[in-house]
């Protein structure tokens, strides 16, 4: 795929990963505020029956599946290509992580409202490792408990990184092999080893599908098609809200499918002023997912001292921390791109 057509179609792609974040975040306060008596009327325990919004994990994992194999194209069998893409990979998902899980341990001992645990130095040090480890409830959760996800993201990274060795068809095929091998593993034998009982769940083969649409071939979906793939993926999670949990990999994992299949191959046409909006959403989606709940926990605090939760400041609360979290989320991409483009200049400068 060349520059120029990646830029005429990843604009829905980056659209499709605003809408993920936006959906975990809504689910999340959502959530708050039914349980802190803000929907007395039951419109967001409609909504969330209606849809399930914590799906957007599932769309991000087809994302991510996606856009490595795209964003690699001159890495596979490149002298050192697996040392570039891991590096590329670090810097975009390890400072603001850790960034996050460190203010998440501040709060936490400073006795404040976010809830979590503080677990032995070794679930500590884990959870800035991306290593799945049991947290003192038992759960297979960080830290900072969103970071369940990037334990799975790294993990693929680190099983795709070698197969840049190879062609990009050859790389593909061997690191959904290996990854389905896992996932077949321990479905029919189970691991004793937590670690690797966390990384052999099948929704590690959302990663899987989203390689596979990355190596479709040019021709591209007509837009009677897409709006298909779109309806199709919305009766899809309607009603995978009543699937039992263990089928999310299949109930969540095939609408999540068809709505990057039609958000990545549609055919190319100019980039317009609102799809630029929505790559810059999109750019943010990292620090939206990540960012949310401590805009989520001081907006519960202030509401708590100013109202008493009902329909209306109930309806203003997950509307306006939406808004909110969404705006920090914008702020925080745009400061990192700064601090990355002075990190590059200085650099820049030092080299002359």
């Not at 975990?24 to 969330?48: K, L, M, R, S």
């Not at 321990?186 to 390689?211: D, H, K, T, V, Y």
């Not at 519960?300 to 008493?308: A, D, G, P, T």
Request: overall charge positive; proline content about 6%; hydrophobic content about 55%.
């Amino acid at each position: 795929m060349r520059a120029n057509s990646e830029k005429q179609f990843l604009p829905w792609v980056q659209a499709l990963r605003a809408f993920a974040a936006l959906a975990v975040a809504f689910y999340h306060f959502a959530h708050d505020d039914i349980t802190n008596g803000g929907d007395p009327a039951g419109w967001f325990a409609a909504i969330a029956r209606f849809f399930p919004w914590d799906a957007g994990v599932d769309i991000f994992f087809v994302i991510s599946g996606f856009v490595i194999v795209h964003a690699s194209t001159e890495l596979f069998g490149a002298p050192g290509g697996s040392r570039i893409f891991l590096r590329r990979r670090l810097r975009r998902i390890v400072p603001l992580y850790w960034l996050m899980t460190t203010m998440f341990l501040l709060v936490l001992l400073a006795g404040g409202t976010i809830h979590g645990a503080i677990g032995g130095p070794a679930y500590i040090a884990a959870s800035f490792l991306f290593i799945p480890w049991p947290r003192p409830d038992g759960m297979m959760q960080p830290v900072f408990g969103l970071g369940w996800t990037l334990n799975f993201e790294m993990f693929f990274y680190a099983v795709f990184s070698p197969f840049l060795f190879f062609r990009r068809r050859w790389a593909v095929a061997g690191a959904i092999l290996l990854l389905s091998a896992l996932v077949a593993f321990g479905l029919l034998f189970g691991f004793a080893n937590p670690q690797l009982g966390f990384w052999s769940n099948p929704i590690i083969l959302e990663f899987c599908a989203g390689m596979l649409i990355a190596l479709a071939p040019p021709a591209r979906l007509n837009v009677p098609i897409r709006l298909f793939l779109l309806l199709l993926a919305v009766a899809g999670l309607h009603f995978a809200t009543i699937a039992p949990p263990a089928w999310r990999a299949f109930t969540y994992g095939a609408p999540a499918v068809a709505l990057v299949a039609a958000a990545a191959l549609g055919a190319p046409g100019r980039v317009s002023g609102a799809e630029k909006w929505l790559v810059r959403l999109g750019n943010a989606s990292y620090a939206m997912y990540l960012a949310h709940p401590f805009v989520m926990r001081a907006f519960s605090v202030l509401w708590h001292k100013i109202h008493e939760r009902n329909e209306l400041t109930g309806t203003i609360y997950v509307l306006a921390g939406l808004a909110a979290a969404q705006f920090c989320a914008l702020a925080i991409d745009m400061g990192e791109r700064k601090v990355k483009a002075l990190l590059r200049r200085g650099l820049k400068n030092e080299a002359v």
